[in-house]
């Protein structure tokens, strides 16, 4: 029988920290002087960019003020977009399928075996999995475009396209592999994914006030893999990932410009998930957990604006701390309060 326990902490998580891989900083860099409240800022459909070299005075390029119209520019930035998704694919193909049986119809898994429940396949883990992937690529293949002069919405467009498409043809490509199979909640969970990032990027406002991120801390059992077994499959280690929707109340011009609180800024509201014990497959006396939770953590971009008001004195490794952070938990997450479902290992193999 599954138990549920409400938990209360205070003081670091010893798990959501990646100080010790001496790593730092957060993204979603606006370049604009720190005295310009956001409340003057024009709002615009324009993706924020991520160049940290060139103030604007706004938190965004200004949509009356588009880049000189570049063809060569434009195709340019499309390379990389391309080889990201050439990337994907390729590590895809040889993590899953390659060397792999397959089936000669369409397997549909049940609906059953899908889901948060505590004897699924990885608790609900996956799904959320399947939704920050296809929102990572979706944002940064825009980004490729949107810092290559394409108009916010083209970029989006096109990158929400190429991703789904993408973890389509891979959904569909799974249904003919034994113990894999299509899923529709994967599937679900691909186009919400796609959704959310199409919504942030043409929606500064509210991009300011979220993000979605992951924290990964590799586990032993994946480390054991990978060194031994020579497995590649990381989007698999779910005993080391937590998924976390994110509240930047910097992004609120009440708190920016009020001196008594304007502190707060440097704070990031967390709401979490991980499941831990599902995959890799541990011994099995271990137990399954499903925590979510809620907590803080620190906005390094907030810190970094303020050591470089100006922006230009940040250097290239500030510049790709700033912008992993927008999709990566890299500073320490203080969790207040969680609730965790324990269930046992299950008696057969999924």
Not at 8 to 18: H, I, Q, T
Not at 157 to 176: I, R
Request: glycine residues 8%; contains cysteine.
């Amino acid at each position: 029988m599954p138990t549920l326990r409400l938990t209360s902490r205070l003081g670091f998580s010893d798990r959501l920290s990646l100080c010790e891989l001496g790593c730092g900083p957060t993204a979603s860099f606006y370049s604009r002087p720190l005295s310009e409240p956001l409340s003057n800022a024009p709002v615009a459909l324009r993706a924020p960019s991520l160049a940290l070299s060139a103030p604007v005075e706004g938190p965004f390029p200004s949509a009356d003020d588009p880049p000189p119209f570049n063809v060569r520019r434009r195709l340019s930035a499309a390379l990389p977009m391309l080889t990201l998704y050439a990337g994907i694919t390729t590590w895809a193909y040889f993590a899953w399928y390659h060397k792999q049986p397959q089936n000669r119809r369409l397997v549909v898994n049940k609906a059953a075996d899908e889901g948060f429940g505590g004897n699924t396949y990885a608790g609900g883990a996956d799904k959320l999995g399947h939704f920050y992937a296809n929102y990572l690529f979706a944002r940064v293949g825009a980004q490729f475009l949107i810092d290559g002069g394409w108009k916010p919405l083209w970029a989006t467009l096109v990158n929400v396209t190429f991703t789904l498409t993408l973890y389509t043809l891979v959904e569909l490509k799974d249904g003919f592999h034994p113990g894999y199979g299509f899923s529709v909640q994967d599937y679900m969970a691909n186009v919400l994914g796609n959704a959310v990032a199409a919504l942030l990027l043409l929606v500064p406002a509210l991009d300011r006030l979220f993000g979605v991120r992951m924290y990964y801390w590799p586990s032993k059992l994946y480390v054991d893999g990978l060194l031994y077994k020579k497995d590649i499959d990381v989007s698999e280690d779910y005993t080391g990932e937590s998924v976390l929707l994110v509240f930047k109340l910097g992004g609120l011009s009440a708190i920016r410009s009020s001196p008594l609180v304007r502190f707060l800024r440097y704070v990031d509201l967390l709401v979490g998930y991980n499941a831990r014990g599902f995959l890799p497959r541990p011994d099995p006396s271990v137990r399954r957990e499903q925590e979510l939770f809620f907590g803080f953590s620190l906005n390094l971009v907030e810190i970094l604006r303020d050591a470089y008001p100006d922006g230009q004195r940040l250097g290239w490794a500030a510049k790709g701390l700033a912008d992993l952070s927008e999709y990566v938990q890299l500073t320490p997450v203080l969790k207040s309060v969680g609730v965790v479902r324990s269930t046992r290992q299950p008696q057969r193999g999924h």
